[in-house]
Each structure stands twice: as C-alpha cells, then as structure tokens.
C-alpha cells in the first residue's frame, strides 16, 4: 500500500507532463534552479570540511535549522502544502491510517523541493569524509532532518488546517507569526553588536565568533539538532551526540504523532461545517449601479470580502506598517524605508487580480453562457480594487511621508503609486485574459497549492511582474533620485510621468484584455475546467 | 445494433441547411478532445415551441453538444443557429435568446440565493426593478424563500440545482437548454418545475433537457433525440422514436449494450463467503 501510494504520486507527477507544457516547463526550471542550488551545497560543504570542519558544522547547522524552520512554516502562510495526494481522497478505501500516513510521508518526498533537500540533507555529510564515524552520523542525521522536514510540514498544516480555514484565526495567526520574523532583524543586529564589542578581530574570526554560539543554540533546539549530530560525532563527544539524537528522534516522533492525531481528526469532519452563515439582503448589488459592469464589479467586491482566498492573497498589506518598522529599526534606515510602503502596497493589490478567473473556476461559465463582454468583465473586476486601493494607498503615502519627515517626497512617491497601481491592474487585466493556472478551488483552503502548480504560477506571475517592473521604469527612474539625490523638481515630472503610465497601461492593458477575452472566451472556460 | 431501423435510415445522405424556423439547429458539429472524439457529426433540429428530450447513455456525447449549442466549448466543425442566428458568428445575440443549465460547473457560490440571481439578472442587462421582481418569482417558484439569504455554498445538491435553474430563467429565454436539471432534485421540487417549464412552452417557449431517466422523457417531453458514441441514432416526436416500444426498450435497441446477467457472482456469494 505505502509502495502504492508513491507510485501513485509518481503517476501523476509524469500526468502533469501530459497535461499542460507550461507545467512541464516549470518543472524542468524548478529542477534545474533545484539542481544548482544542490551542486553549490555539496561543493560548499566539502570545501568547507576541508578547510574547517568546526565552522562548517556550526554553519550547516544553522542553515539547517532555518531549513527546518522553513519547511514547517512557510506552507502555512505562502504557498501551501502539495495537495495531490489529499488524504480525504482516502477515505472511503479503508487504508489502516498507520499504513496512509507512512505512504503520504513516503510520497511526499516525490517533489523537487522535497528531493534537493533530502540530496542536500544526505549530501552535506561529506564534510566530513576524512572522519567515517562523523560521516556516518551525518548521513543518520540527513534521514532525520528530512523526515523532520516532511512530518513536520504535515504535521503544521493539519493541526493548523482547521484554524485557517476561518479568516478571523488565520488573521490573528498570521500577525502571530510576522512578529517573531520581525525579531530576526533586531536580533542579529543586536547580536552583531555583541560581536564587534567583544572581538573586532579578523574576519573569519569574527564569523566563528558570531555562528559558534549560536550553532550552540541551535544544536539543541529541535531545529537543528539533526544537523549537529556529525559535529558531535566529529568532536569525539559522544553523550551529545545521543543527546542530540534522542531530540531529533523525539521532535520526528511528536510530530509524526502530531500529524497522525490531526490527520485522524480531518478525516472525520467535513470541511465547510459548521453554521451556515446568512448573508443580508443583497450587499453590493444594492449599493453599486444596476450595470453588468457595477453587477461583475458587485460580485467581486463581495469576493474580495468573503472569500479567504483573495484576503490571502492581500494579508501582507495591512501588516506593511508593522514590518517596515521593524526592518527600519533593526538595521537603522528609520523611517525613511516608511516610503516604499505605498508602491508595495499598490504593486500587491494590482496583483490580486491577475488570476481572476483561476479564482473563479468553473463558476465563470456564468459570463460565458450570459455573454458577457470582456470590457465589462474586466473594468469589473478593475474597479473595486481601485476603488479600494487607490484611498489605502494614498493614506500609505501620507503616513510615510510623515513619518520619514519627507514631505518634499510627496510628488515622487505619489507619481510612482499611481504607476505602480495602475500598471499592475492593468497588466493584470492583460494577462489574465491569456494566462489561467490552477489555485485552490472555492472553498478549499487558501492554503493548498494545486497539483503540478507551483511551477506554472510561478512563472506566471514573474512574468507579469517583469512587465510591471518594465512599464514602471520610467517614472522608478524619475521618483528614485528625487527622492535619494533629493531633487524636489524631478519629483513633480515623476508625479506627471507616474500618472500618465498608471492611467496608461490600465486603459490600454484592460483594452488588450477584454479583446483577448472576447477573442477565446469559451477557450478560457474549458481551461478552467480543466483544472478539475 | 442488430436493429434494422438502427443508424443507417437515421444518418440520410444529404444534410438539409440550418433550419431558420427551428428553435435549434445544429449541422455537422464535431469535437475532439485528444485521440477522443466526442462528437462526430450531430445534426438535429429543435423545433420551436417543444419540449426537447436529449437522451443517451454516459461518455455519449450530450453534454459535449449542449456545451457546444450554448456557447461554452468551441465547435472543431459545424454550425449552430438559435432562431435562425448563427451562435459561433454572432454570439452575442444568440446567446440573449439563451438561457443555460450546464452541468458539473460551479456557481458563484459565495454569494446568497437572492446575489445569485440579481447578478445572473443584471449580467443579463436587465434593469433593477425587473430583477428584484423576478427574483421574487423565481425563489417562490423554486420554493428556495426562506433560503434567499443563506450563501449557495451552503445549499443542498438539488437546492443549487434550482438556483441554477432560475439563474438560467431570469431573462426571459426564447430557449432554455438544461443539462441534467432533475438530477438531486426531490419530486416535489422537480414536479413544480416541471409545471414551470411546462407553461414555458405552452406560452412559446423551447425547453431542452438532458436526461438519463426514459420514464420521465416518454412523460414530460414531446421530441426527442437518443445520441450515442458522438452520433444521433433517433430523432423526432417521443411517439414517432419509441414506436409501439417504451421509450426505455426502444434506446436500448438503438443503443445495445445490455448483456445476460451472470457475472459478479461473487458478490452474490460475499456475504456467505467472508
């Protein structure tokens, strides 16, 4: 059954092949980009063993502990856990749940992420070649970092799964989470400060200085005690290194228990349960103008509000603030970093659009069979986000004038948010007429990646954001030395030139869309419901 | 296929033009998907003012055409005329003469009953007072009221089939095209709109419904097409089809298939046996 369960895994990676070539290119990217970043490992690895295997441990376990760290916490809150094999898919097969979870365990290591970090995991116990005992208790430790790795991730999204399904937890979740990644900063910072106090010695001491102790920590944090057990070994300390491995086998067993209990508790609550909300009235519908454009313009208001996946998809904005101030603060820029908030924010929002009709899903049939108009449609879709974006965006700018105390800033920053806005809805508008990949269907948590989509969306989305970044150049280098150099007159052309490209690109990319879209609607259509 | 009266005298040789006066006519339309080719060659005229039963059994190619005479999936070959425009080359103003149930797609599902409908309204061009009026027809008529405000993600499987249904119905078709609409709806639901779309037509309108269930077609429609394997092998008035046979025998002749019971005799046995 755990045999099946990979090949099952297999089957449809190489389905994915068939399915679609924009997949497949991703994937041959992602291994190839996944390939570089091993060789570069491995040489590292054994150059730094070589040279000096005490620091190339303390490194390899600081690394690895981040690895770690990433595993378990950048799908909750980013891309999402590979959802192919959906454990709910299972249930009606009677697979012993022991049997499922080792195989789900096993399968999950059939992805390109998964792959270069075993390879790496295994592969950087080759620092210590010259030392068979430490090499071999770094392979042990390989195994158990990347099982930590997998189980962990697992065990996270499942006991975390039902929480972020409701928007209010996940919101709250999320600023959790941001705060202890906003301590990063100052904490290195502070850390640094330490450093040069206490040595102000050469170079490579200095590193030595800095990573030693905290590799010492590190080491016997769950994180990285995997990753420390060749260290030990290397030293000759032989009760750390059983120290070491008892941590890593008791964070692999609890979360195996951990993933093995939610998993258990999943299984047997339906998804969407709970109180079936009641809407009042008719919301937008009633507010907005009785046009099909007000009514697409009504619905997606709605979304934007209802829908966690779309609130996903912006969380990042309301915590810009928080974030900045704590990089402001840590590496000492102050305020004057406030100025970016607004060009992010409006880059962000313009982006939320750009695979609108994946977040449809076959719903869109509706604007099919009605036949509604691609200029409809997308102003539709264009206008609550401008109608939202542009006042939120406007207050960014002012509160980052005001706290940077650059007011002479204004014309720049204000010339380069309406740029950066319009010419990511309208690009936006462009390329979702022409570029549809899978995201979570409706009602699925925001949080899984659908199969074989992280590659496609990827690409997707670099290269619309290339085209931003292409169309926001002029007035990027306009706003820039107003506002560096400062040069308060090239901030009022980066003001004119900023508004021209934002009004520009928007008419013109809703335009290429909606002439797009009328061109291969019932196209569109089928390559949404292709996705399943 | 041992029928004498099977494909042959259904396919003639010369296929007449698109038939301006009939409802629905569709010519030669062809679709693969890959190596599979869903439809091969349909050809069928809808009067206007039937009750139009599409019968066939899975993977026969109903759904495919319907998609294809409504608009959703690009034909590889052949025509569509409602009412005499031709869809593919006018599709605006064939499809405001439409209304569509397809099957297997989702709704916009995060919004209300009442939502629903007011959007599939104004997308339809509609003015404000007309869809808050018909929206209060059709949630009588679907007996879905007390629903209004609950979010369609939350409705039951034949719950969202009338919702889709009266999102199909708000603009006041000249035909509506319905892919499956009985199915998971309970009698009480599906004899009510079976009453609806029986006055539909009585007033003028088309309806053409897709359907598995024979007794149902042989009762509710007046024409009907059995399709099978991307091709049609019968159509014409539900008497005319069935013949002095029930509609079921007479598609099973056409359509062959049915084998003599014997196998899965272990199932028979399992209960004994384990």
Redesign the interface.
């Known amino acids: 059954m755990v045999a099946q369960l990979v090949r099952l895994k297999l089957t449809l990676l190489a389905n994915t092949f068939r399915r679609s070539v924009w997949q497949t290119i991703g994937l041959v990217v992602g291994s190839l980009y996944g390939l570089g970043v091993l060789v570069l490992v491995l040489v590292a690895a054994v150059a730094g063993g070589a040279a000096d295997p005490v620091v190339t441990g303390q490194v390899i376990t600081l690394l690895g502990a981040l690895v770690v760290l990433a595993w378990w916490v950048v799908p909750v809150f980013a891309f999402g856990v590979d959802a192919t094999l959906d454990p709910r898919r299972f249930v009606t097969f009677a697979i012993p749940r022991r049997t499922l979870l080792t195989g789900l365990a096993l399968a999950g290591l059939v992805s390109v992420p998964a792959a270069v970090t075993t390879l790496a995991a295994l592969g950087v116990s080759l620092a210590w070649w010259r030392q068979p005992a430490a090499l071999v208790a770094g392979l042990v430790g390989g195994v158990l970092a990347t099982a930590l790795c997998v189980v962990g991730s697992r065990a996270t999204t499942t006991a975390l799964a039902p929480l972020l399904d409701s928007r209010r937890y996940r919101e709250v979740l999320t600023v959790v989470a941001v705060v202890p990644l906003l301590l990063i900063g100052p904490a290195f910072g502070w850390l640094a400060d330490g450093v040069e106090v206490t040595v102000g010695g050469s170079g490579a001491d200095a590193l030595g200085e800095v990573v030693g102790p905290l590799a010492q920590v590190a080491g016997w944090t769950p994180l990285g005690a995997p990753w420390a057990l060749a260290s030990a070994a290397g030293e000759g300390a032989w009760a750390l290194l059983v120290a070491r491995l008892a941590i890593s086998l008791a964070t692999v067993a609890l979360a195996w228990w951990v993933w093995d209990r939610a998993l258990a508790r999943e299984l047997v609550t339906p998804r ?1 349960g709970g109180t ?8 937008w ?1 009633a507010r907005l103008p ?3 454009t ?3 313009a ?2 997606a208001a ?2 934007w509000l ?2 966690p996946r779309y609130a996903a998809s912006v969380a990042m904005v309301p915590l810009l603030p928080l974030v900045l101030l704590a990089v402001g603060l840590s590496n000492g820029a102050g305020g004057g970093l406030f100025l970016v908030m607004a060009p992010l924010a409006a880059w962000i929002l313009g982006f939320g659009i750009s695979n609108d009709v994946g977040y ?4 869109f ?9 691609g200029r409809v449609d997308r102003w539709g879709r264009v206008l609550p986000v401008l109608a939202g974006g542009a006042p939120l965006c406007l207050a960014f700018a002012l509160v980052g004038c005001a706290v940077a105390g650059r007011w002479d800033a204004l014309p720049a920053l204000l010339g380069l948010t309406c740029g950066v806005l319009g010419a990511s809805l309208g690009i936006s508008s462009a390329v979702s007429a022409r570029l549809v990949y899978p995201v979570p ?3 699925e948590s925001p949080f899984k990646s659908p199969q074989g989509a992280a590659m496609a969306t990827m690409l997707a989305q670099m290269a619309a954001m290339g085209i931003v970044l292409a169309v926001s150049l002029p007035s990027l280098a306009l706003a820039l030395p107003a506002i560096l150099l400062p040069q308060p007159a090239l901030g009022w052309a980066a003001l004119v030139v900023g508004l021209l490209t934002g009004v520009g690109v928007l008419l013109l990319g809703v335009r290429w869309g909606a002439r797009t879209y009328d061109r291969r ?3 569109l ?2 390559q949404v ?1 292709a996705f399943g | 296929m041992s029928d004498q009266t099977g494909p042959p005298p259904a396919t003639p040789a010369p296929v007449p033009p698109p038939d301006p006066g009939a409802a629905l006519s569709l010519r030669g339309l062809w679709k693969r998907f890959g190596q599979k080719i869903a439809v091969a060659g349909v050809d069928l005229d809808v009067p206007a003012g039937s009750f139009f039963g599409l019968v066939g059994p899975n993977g026969a190619g109903k759904t495919t055409s319907l998609s294809m005479a409504t608009g959703l999936l690009r034909p590889d070959f052949g025509t569509v005329h409602v009412h005499g425009t031709d869809l593919w080359a006018q599709p605006d103003r064939a499809k405001a003469t439409l209304g569509v149930l397809p099957d297997g797609v989702r709704l916009f599902d995060r919004l209300t009953g009442a939502q629903l409908l007011t959007y599939a309204g104004l997308l339809r061009g509609l003015d404000r007072p007309t869809v808050a009026e018909r929206t209060e027809d059709l949630l009588r008529a679907m007996d879905l009221v007390g629903d209004r405000d609950t979010f369609v993600v939350d409705y039951s499987a034949g719950m969202t089939k009338k919702i889709g249904l009266a999102s199909a119905m708000i603009h006041a078709p000249r035909v509506l095209v319905l892919d499956e609409p009985f199915e998971a709806v309970d009698p009480v639901s599906a004899a009510n709109i079976r009453d609806i779309l029986h006055a539909y037509v009585e007033d003028g309108g088309t309806v053409v419904v897709s359907s598995h269930v024979m007794d149902l077609v042989q009762r509710m429609c007046s024409h009907v097409a059995i399709i099978a394997g991307g091709h049609v092998l019968a159509a014409g008035t539900v008497a005319d089809v069935r013949g002095a046979q029930s509609l079921e025998d007479r598609f099973v002749d056409l359509v062959g298939g049915r084998r003599e019971s014997e196998g899965l005799a272990w199932l028979r046995s399992s209960s004994a046996s384990s």
């Open positions: 969407g079936a909300a009641e809407g009042k009235g008719l919301g519908f009785a046009t099909p007000g009514a697409v009504a619905r709605t979304y209802r829908d449809d899903n076959t719903a049939a509706l604007h099919v069979a009605t036949g509604t108009p269907k409706p009602g609607l019932p196209e259509l089928q419901m």
